[in-house]
């Protein structure tokens, strides 16, 4: 059973449009939500992350909206760049797990088109 | 400062045969994880540790082992490979958290592993 579910499996966008992948999640023990951004042939890197006390976060192109009663999450990444395609993974994590493990997501690829 | 790395990058087994990952941090940082990443599946945590001599099971912990000997160094091992473990593995470290935000993983570049 997947505990956090994304969307979709790919995405084609083209040189800046706005990109938007989604993530759903169960449990609502879930307390950190980080997006990984992984390019091909490298480890993913994190991107941006949001606690669910905040509906938005921001940080240059890149945003994650968050729904707290919809349990849902989002990465909008404005003026997409040819550079932006990669493969872009969400996570949960669960409060007061001192270990603080992640969960991924399936995976979202994007290719931004010229 | 390497950050995390991994070996061997590329590995071919045949069922059956054994072998170790090793992953290497030079942040001395507490936490260290081991993922394999499969196609349409994100990635799933195999094994963790919190800490130099310390050992817990993930997600997907069946058919391997770990050793965290030294703080620095993480070990992930395939007894008895099987095709089903074909898969690219990752490993992760942490720091400890400073309060209540956790704080981001750093991964290593991957192993590709290949089970004939």
């Known amino acids: 059973q997947q505990q956090v579910k994304q969307s979709p499996q790919s995405l084609i966008v083209q040189k800046g449009g706005i990109s938007i992948i989604n993530c759903a999640y169960e449990?609502?023990?879930?307390?950190?939500f980080p997006w990984y951004q992984q390019f091909p042939g490298k480890g993913p890197a994190l991107l941006i992350a949001i606690r669910p006390d905040v509906s938005e976060k921001k940080e240059g192109r890149f945003t994650i909206s968050f729904n707290k009663s919809a349990k849902q999450f989002s990465l909008h990444i404005m003026d997409s760049q040819p550079g932006d395609s990669a493969t872009y993974f969400c996570?949960?994590?669960?409060?007061?797990?001192?270990?603080?493990?992640?969960?991924f997501g399936s995976g979202t690829r994007l290719l931004v088109r010229p | 400062n390497a950050g995390v790395t991994q070996t061997p990058k590329f590995r071919v087994l045949k069922t059956g045969q054994s072998m170790t990952l090793l992953c290497a941090q030079d942040?001395?940082?507490?936490?260290m994880y081991w993922y394999r990443q499969d196609p349409g599946m994100g990635l799933r945590l195999i094994h963790y540790s919190v800490g130099e001599g310390t050992t817990a099971k993930g997600e997907v912990p069946d058919g391997y082992n770990v050793s965290r000997l030294k703080k620095q160094n993480f070990l992930l091992g395939l007894e008895s490979a099987a095709p089903s473990q074909t898969s690219v593995y990752f490993c992760?470290?942490?720091?400890?958290?400073?309060?209540?935000?956790?704080?981001?993983?750093?991964f290593g570049p991957g192993t590709r592993l290949t089970v004939t």
């Open positions: 449990n609502t023990a879930f307390d950190y």
């Open positions: 996570a949960a994590s669960k409060g007061g797990d001192s270990s603080y493990k992640l969960i």
């Open positions: 942040m001395n940082h507490e936490y």
């Open positions: 992760a470290s942490r720091r400890t958290s400073g309060g209540t935000i956790p704080y981001e993983q750093y």
